[in-house]
């Protein structure tokens, strides 16, 4: 019997119907074309090599990981966010520059930096 083909298998698992399954013959079926029988593979088999070589290893791939600094700017993206830096900004300059920062005027606009800060 011939191997199975890649693309047909691949097919056959994405569309996860049964009546599909069952044309193809079913797991008996399956089983033969991929040489194979219920209790596995044995490890030193030479068709563990053939199968590598036809439908390539099964690893998966390591993710791309995103360091933290990446996520913590990302974080800063969000619309509400930007409003408040924005807005705490506009306070600590005009409590600064109008103010001279009398009265610890300049306590609100620091406050909503360094919570923007922390919640990120």
């Not at 599909?20 to 074309?33: A, D, I, R, T, W």
């Amino acid at each position: 019997m011939a191997w199975a083909n890649k693309d047909k298998l691949q097919s056959l698992m994405e569309q996860r119907d049964i009546y599909s399954f069952n044309q193809n013959g079913g797991v008996q079926e399956v089983l033969c074309k991929l040489k194979t029988s219920t209790e596995g593979l044995k490890e030193d088999s030479l068709l563990v090599e053939e199968r590598q070589r036809r439908y390539g290893k099964n690893i998966m791939t390591k993710p791309e990981t995103k360091s933290f600094l990446h996520l913590w700017f990302d974080a800063f993206k969000d619309l509400t966010l930007m409003i408040l830096l924005i807005l705490a900004v506009i306070s600590l300059i005009i409590s600064i520059a109008v103010q001279h920062g009398e009265d610890l005027s300049w306590l609100d606009g620091s406050a909503i930096l360094v919570t923007v800060l922390v919640v990120t």
